[in-house]
């Protein structure tokens, strides 16, 4: 669906993109992940021929990005695109015409794509009258409306609480269900752990790495974290690296990565004589993974 080969993109001397590469099959949902400043934002201006590539390429289902290309994508941006004194309807109604949509396929599209993020029922209502959540879910339907082949979701979730999230998410996984493609780019970690097929990391520009989540767990020197509170944590480092246990620092947590899997039983006769304030078993999450290939070996 998706390709991208050696895309490169620099403003003055700053170089934002460097050989970036990924592909996206049909019918996947792809998390780009990465940090603010990592060059989302401007890997999706120039899959939507928005700005302009010093090198490399792309292509949407074969076809080089271009005008037309630009009709078989759908983007919902990270700030709403919504005119908030129009209704929903209206706002759909609008982008339709953007689209070149006929007067029965809009229509249809219009009460088709409110019924999918569950808005029917305030098709009449102004935009401000909505909460976060429903104008977010209102802002994915203005990249569905057209019935693109590619939808880009930019940070759909931030800035809403919880429950907006969950909704959001569980748009999400039924436009997947559908056998929609997307790309999803996010830097909430839960997010692309529930609902991506294959991650990509991105950092400076580069993807780090790539691939479904039992694939990345594969680059962690680890099958297991051990998070340990203590006030003698040179003596607890020095006791694990006897076990091939390797330290890490998660934030202010003491963390190491186990070879295999232990009882706490066992892990507690191997740090004896060691006070401990708290000690837990946690399985390799995508967190670990990503502070591992970003900051540990970089």
């Known amino acids: 669906m998706l390709r991208i080969k050696n895309l490169n993109k620099s403003y003055t001397n700053r170089k934002v993109l460097e050989n970036l590469t990924l592909n996206i099959a049909s019918g996947e949902v792809y998390g780009l992940l990465g940090a603010n400043g990592a060059g989302k934002t401007t890997t999706i201006n120039i899959i939507c021929n928005l700005l302009n590539a010093d090198s490399g390429y792309i292509t949407i289902n074969n076809q ?12 919902a941006p990270q700030e709403n695109l919504l005119y908030k004194t129009l209704s929903c309807a209206e706002n759909l ?6 689209y070149g949509l006929d007067r029965e396929t809009k229509n249809k599209q219009i009460e ?18 909505l909460s976060g959540g429903m104008q977010r879910r209102l802002n994915i339907a203005v990249a569905l409306v057209h019935q693109p082949q590619l939808v880009i979701l930019d940070e759909p979730t931030t800035g809403l609480d919880i429950e907006a999230r969950y909704e959001i998410w569980e748009l999400i996984r039924q436009l997947k269900n559908q056998g929609m493609t997307i790309l999803l780019t996010t830097h909430l970690l839960d997010e692309a752990e529930r609902l991506c097929n294959r991650i990509g990391i991105l950092k400076n520009g580069t993807i780090l790495a790539e691939g479904s989540l039992s694939e990345l767990k594969t680059l962690i020197p680890g099958q297991e974290v051990l998070v340990l509170q203590t006030i003698q944590e040179d003596e607890a480092i020095a006791l694990a690296q006897k076990y091939g246990f390797i330290p890490r620092r998660y934030g202010n947590d003491l963390a190491f990565l186990l070879p295999e899997p232990l009882e706490l039983k066992e892990i507690m006769t191997r740090f004896e004589g060691i006070p401990m304030d708290s000690i837990s078993r946690q399985p390799v999450r995508l967190e670990h993974i990503y502070l591992e290939i970003t900051q540990v070996n970089r």
């Open 64 to 75: 080089p990005i271009s005008e037309s290309t630009k009709k078989i994508i759908g983007i």
């Open 93 to 98: 109604q609008f982008f339709a015409d953007i």
């Open 112 to 129: 088709a794509t409110l019924k999918a993020v569950n808005l029917l029922d305030r098709a009449k209502s102004p935009v401000e009258t």
